[in-house]
């Protein structure tokens, strides 16, 4: 029986359970999933999503513009630093002001700390 999966690259190496990453173009950002099945030809299935063999989403028009990308070192580094910032922005958004005093304290000086330990800029 001849193999009709259509898939190339990194994207016929991935297996069910393998995580990929979604890039969004709508908010530029990284959503990470887990493949769930992949069917005979190629198709992709992560949760409610999915990808034809190329790796864009199924049915694709111009205003759905997100697209798989592989996991790779740099991909999980970029996407760990977006969560890590998504995080800080809402806590700096929402929970500031709830926070005793102690917390603030301790944010604060691992701020100063951080701005301490980049490099100078050239004046």
Known sequence: MENKD?????LAELK???????EHWSFQGLGR???DKITPT??????NSEFDHDGWPRGHTSLRRSYLI???????ARWRRQQCTYAIENWARDGIQKAPLET???VAKLIRDAEASLPKEKQ
Request: with cysteine; charged share 30%.
């Open 6 to 10: 259509k898939r190339t690259g990194w």
């Open 16 to 22: 069910v359970g393998d995580k990929v990453f979604v």
């Open 33 to 35: 999933m887990t493949i």
């Open 42 to 47: 190629g198709r992709i299935i992560c949760g």
């Open 70 to 76: 592989e996991a790779t070192k740099e991909t999980v």
């Open 104 to 106: 603030l304290e301790a």
